[in-house]
């Protein structure tokens, strides 16, 4: 019994509670993977680097000084800012000072005159004097503020402002086309005087800025030589329909139907064949409008269309300007809307210019802008409200390079808003690199324009033997889809890639678009001033380098600096061209660098003359100039009266920047 009673004391209720109490605080055996993890983690802990927390500081401090230094740039841009205006503030002054000299010396004359007059008061020259003065200074404020006026935005077209040659043996008209002038005629014509050749003429210009596509000339001239070409029947040698031989009209339509997505079979009777995309538009204004009249469109533009249109009709453009700052709900550079063609519309009326119709590019030249069919229907759309003809100028429609950029023809539209006063025009001069071969294509539903510029196409005809090349090229669609146009784009693509790398090199803005033969660049911080006059300086300035491009002002564009570069030519000359554009814009750069240390240098000591005419009127706060000893003792005394180096020590460094300062002492120490 004893034993058993003994086995129940060992079990009783007491010791069951302690027991069970120290079962619940022993921890649990940990698993075998978390034994596993917590073994690696401590052995990474005892792996890692000592100066990972450095380096992790120094990081930091690195990011601190990168901030810190994008601070100081902030500070000495700020530097520049004031120094600039400081400067400007004391060209002022000193033109203020001349011009008060210059007024102290008209008031002695005016003393001296009236000293000269026996009949006059003694102080008649002095106060007649100073109201003259008076009346000079107010003259020259007004001069200065005039001379001070942003330059009109569309100065006359001469540059020289020369005074127009009347021959007696001309008309009004004839003289007036005479003395017509344009920029891009005048380097046209010393690029043709003085045309680069590889061989014959090396240090002649090189053209970057006609718009000719130079890049498949080996492409055109083995289709072009093939035996399908060199037919030759009577009809090709007598006088044609005026509108084109029908089967060349046949081919245009059937070309425009593929090439711009028409939605149905375009008709051969609504087309007319003349000679280039000029004689269209000369064509065109002399149907559409009468003398006086005018045309809407937006600036920059093509600028031959102004011959295009004046030459023969005297038709005006009314410009629509377009600015390189980007406003409201402008989504690019120069972006054209409808807003701004209603305003210049109405701006038109006010001046009781008849506005009859729009130009529209497609892509457009100079920009290589690439407007989207919902913008062109806002534009036709604009148009009909105002019962405008269109002429659409699609002459670069198959010159887009990039397959991200869309294009799409007015002629793929389901229903265009006004067919009757909607007229396209293409040419084969630019898309397939045929400048040389005069033929242009109009296409309109509206048989009296059809009739009109057909009674002008006498005078605008293509010869029979060209219509027959011209439309076996249009009918070979194997070879165009094939051969031409993808050796044609990738060409383009990379001509277009160099120089834009080239500009990019060279820190000059761009529009960087994909279609055309073109670059609308800006070069306004080489002009020493901001105006059309400093643009013409540096266009010819090119000119005389033998790089030919063509300056903003050739094109109407509203803002000096911009210029038209064509890329659609020969690696070597693009190359060679770019070079001596390069070195004209070193030269430009270090003049003007030159001239602003000259000023500056100019203006320091007109300040330091200033400060001693202020010491001479003032002798009382003249004092001995300090020998170097004295200096030096200024500057220790400077120093000892100071409370920088009490404000800066390295302990309110370490107290300021404790991690930094960490860093730092560590990287000392090793």
């Known amino acids: 019994?004893?034993?058993?009673?003994?086995?129940?004391?060992?079990?009783?209720?007491?010791?069951?509670?302690?027991?069970?109490?120290?079962?619940?605080?022993?921890?649990?055996?940990?698993?075998?993977?978390?034994?596993?993890?917590?073994?690696?983690?401590?052995?990474?802990?005892?792996?890692?680097?000592?100066?990972?927390?450095?380096?992790?500081?120094?990081?930091?401090?690195?990011?601190?000084?990168?901030?810190?230094?994008?601070?100081?740039?902030?500070?000495?841009?700020?530097?520049?800012?004031?120094?600039?205006?400081?400067?400007?503030?004391?060209?002022?002054?000193?033109?203020?000072?001349?011009?008060?000299?210059?007024?102290?010396?008209?008031?002695?004359?005016?003393?001296?005159?009236?000293?000269?007059?026996?009949?006059?008061?003694?102080?008649?020259?002095?106060?007649?004097?100073?109201?003259?003065?008076?009346?000079?200074?107010?003259?020259?404020?007004?001069?200065?503020?005039?001379?001070?006026?942003?330059?009109?935005?569309?100065?006359?077209?001469?540059?020289?402002?020369?005074?127009?040659?009347?021959?007696?043996y001309l008309s009004k008209r004839g003289?007036?086309?005479?003395?017509?002038?344009?920029?891009?005629?005048?380097?046209?014509i010393a690029y043709v005087a003085d045309k680069y050749d590889e061989d014959k003429n090396p240090n002649g210009i090189v053209n970057l800025g006609t718009s000719e596509n130079k890049l498949?000339?080996?492409?055109?001239?083995?289709?072009?030589?093939?035996?399908?070409?060199?037919?030759?029947?009577?009809?090709?040698?007598?006088?044609?329909?005026?509108?084109?031989?029908?089967?060349?009209?046949?081919?245009?339509?059937?070309?425009?139907?593929?090439?711009?997505?028409?939605?149905?079979?375009?008709?051969?009777?609504?087309?007319?064949?003349?000679?280039?995309?000029?004689?269209?538009?000369?064509?065109?204004?002399?149907?559409?409008?009468?003398?006086?009249?005018?045309?809407?469109?937006?600036?920059?533009?093509?600028?031959?269309?102004?011959?295009?249109?004046?030459?023969?009709?005297?038709?005006?453009?009314?410009?629509?300007?377009?600015?390189?700052?980007?406003?409201?709900?402008?989504?690019r550079p120069f972006h054209l809307t409808v807003e701004r063609l209603e305003k210049s519309l109405q701006d038109a009326k006010m001046e009781d210019v008849r506005v009859r119709a729009l130009i529209l590019m497609n892509p457009h030249n100079p920009l290589a802008d690439v407007y989207s069919p919902t913008e062109m229907k806002d534009f036709l759309e604009f148009a009909k409200r105002h019962e405008l003809h269109v002429i659409v100028d699609e002459v670069y429609m198959l010159s887009v390079f990039e397959e991200t950029t869309q294009y799409h023809s007015v002629l793929s539209f389901d229903r265009l808003p006004d067919p009757?006063?909607?007229?396209?025009?293409?040419?084969?001069s630019k898309d397939f690199a045929a400048s040389g071969i005069r033929v242009g294509s109009l296409y309109t539903e509206n048989q009296d324009v059809l009739s009109a510029v057909a009674q002008l196409a006498f005078l605008h005809g293509v010869p029979g033997p060209t219509q027959h090349k011209v439309a076996q090229l249009l009918r070979d669609r194997d070879w165009i889809n094939q051969t031409f146009l993808q050796t044609n784009r990738a060409r383009l693509k990379a001509a277009h890639k160099y120089v834009t790398d080239e500009l990019k090199e060279l820190g000059i803005p761009f529009l960087n678009r994909h279609a055309a033969f073109f670059v609308w660049a800006d070069f306004r911080r080489y002009l020493k001033t901001l105006s059309f006059e400093e643009e013409l300086l540096l266009w010819r300035r090119f000119v005389n380098n033998k790089v030919l491009i063509i300056c903003g002002k050739a094109f109407e564009c509203c803002e000096p600096g911009w210029f038209r570069i064509i890329f659609s030519d020969k690696t070597y000359r693009l190359q060679l061209g770019m070079q001596r554009l390069q070195k004209v814009l070193k030269e430009v750069e270090q003049e003007m660098q030159s001239e602003d240390?000259?000023?500056?240098?100019?203006?320091?000591?007109?300040?330091?003359?200033?400060?001693?005419?202020?010491?001479?009127?003032?002798?009382?706060?003249?004092?001995?100039?300090?020998?170097?000893d004295g200096l030096i003792g200024l500057l220790k005394r400077q120093m000892q009266s100071s409370d920088w180096l009490q404000k800066h020590t390295v302990e309110q460094f370490a107290q300021d920047n404790p991690e930094v300062f960490e860093v730092f002492s560590r990287l000392a120490g090793k």
Not at 101 to 128: C, I, N
Not at 175 to 188: A, D, K, L, T, V
Not at 293 to 322: C, E, F, K
Request: proline share 7%.
């Open 1 to 168: 019994d004893t034993p058993v009673a003994d086995k129940d004391a060992i079990y009783n209720e007491q010791n069951m509670g302690s027991s069970s109490s120290v079962a619940q605080n022993r921890e649990p055996r940990p698993s075998f993977s978390s034994f596993y993890r917590l073994r690696k983690k401590r052995k990474l802990q005892r792996l890692k680097d000592p100066l990972d927390d450095i380096f992790h500081k120094f990081l930091a401090s690195q990011r601190a000084m990168e901030e810190r230094f994008l601070q100081l740039e902030e500070r000495h841009m700020q530097r520049d800012l004031e120094l600039e205006e400081r400067r400007m503030q004391l060209e002022q002054r000193r033109v203020e000072m001349e011009r008060e000299h210059e007024l102290r010396m008209f008031t002695v004359f005016a003393q001296m005159v009236s000293s000269l007059r026996a009949d006059s008061s003694p102080d008649f020259g002095l106060v007649h004097g100073l109201q003259m003065a008076d009346k000079w200074g107010e003259d020259s404020k007004l001069m200065k503020g005039k001379a001070s006026a942003r330059p009109p935005s569309n100065p006359s077209p001469d540059p020289d402002n020369s005074p127009e040659r009347i021959s007696p």
């Open 175 to 188: 003289n007036r086309i005479s003395n017509f002038y344009n920029i891009m005629n005048e380097g046209y």
């Open 216 to 331: 498949c000339f080996d492409l055109l001239s083995k289709r072009l030589t093939q035996s399908d070409m060199h037919q030759i029947d009577p009809p090709l040698l007598q006088y044609p329909d005026w509108r084109g031989h029908p089967f060349i009209r046949e081919e245009f339509a059937r070309f425009f139907t593929y090439y711009c997505k028409a939605p149905a079979p375009l008709k051969p009777e609504n087309v007319i064949v003349i000679n280039g995309g000029g004689s269209l538009f000369c064509s065109l204004a002399a149907v559409l409008c009468d003398p006086g009249d005018g045309i809407l469109i937006a600036t920059p533009y093509y600028g031959a269309i102004s011959m295009h249109v004046m030459l023969y009709s005297n038709v005006r453009l009314v410009t629509v300007h377009l600015e390189s700052r980007m406003t409201g709900s402008d989504t």
């Open 420 to 428: 009757q006063r909607t007229h396209v025009m293409w040419a084969l």
């Open 597 to 628: 240390k000259l000023l500056l240098s100019q203006l320091d000591a007109e300040c330091k003359a200033d400060i001693v005419e202020e010491t001479v009127l003032h002798p009382s706060s003249q004092e001995k100039a300090p020998g170097l």
